[in-house]
């Protein structure tokens, strides 16, 4: 069975910083693209990061850049978003995501195969 499991949000002041991590279980995740991607309520789902299965490209949001960092350790089966210097717009419910194709798919219309549940970020002014 396939799964992504996100922890490490929480509360944060405005300015502060968190490190998020998936762990993933029940697929070959060193074939798989993974990313971030993020929902405010009432908001559509936003991509944020992507990092390829080989750690060799990443890609990130203009909201992101200079931020944000996503990294992956294929020994830990696990991919991580440390973000620095957050904002309030920045709350939301931070979903993990794979698929071998991530790294096309964030240019696209097409979601990624698998999806973790999310994990609350708010960040307070």
């Known amino acids: 069975q396939v799964q992504l499991v996100e922890s490490g949000g929480g509360l944060v002041q405005t300015g502060g910083s968190l490190k998020l991590s998936c762990a993933a279980s029940?697929?070959?995740?060193?074939?798989?693209?993974m990313g971030w991607f993020r929902q405010a309520p009432g908001k559509e789902r936003d991509f944020v990061a992507a990092?390829?299965?080989?750690?060799?490209?990443?890609d990130y949001a203009d909201s992101a850049k200079g931020r944000f960092t996503i990294s992956r350790d294929n020994a830990k089966k696990t991919v991580y978003l440390e973000m620095n210097s957050l904002k309030p717009e920045d709350t939301a419910v931070y979903f993990c995501?794979?698929?071998?194709?991530?790294?096309?798919?964030?240019?696209?219309?097409?979601?990624?195969?698998?999806w973790g549940q999310g994990t609350q970020v708010t960040v307070s002014s």
């Open positions: 029940g697929f070959t995740f060193s074939t798989y693209d």
């Open positions: 995501a794979a698929d071998r194709d991530l790294m096309r798919q964030i240019r696209t219309t097409i979601p990624p195969r698998y």
């Open positions: 990092v390829s299965w080989s750690s060799s490209r990443t």
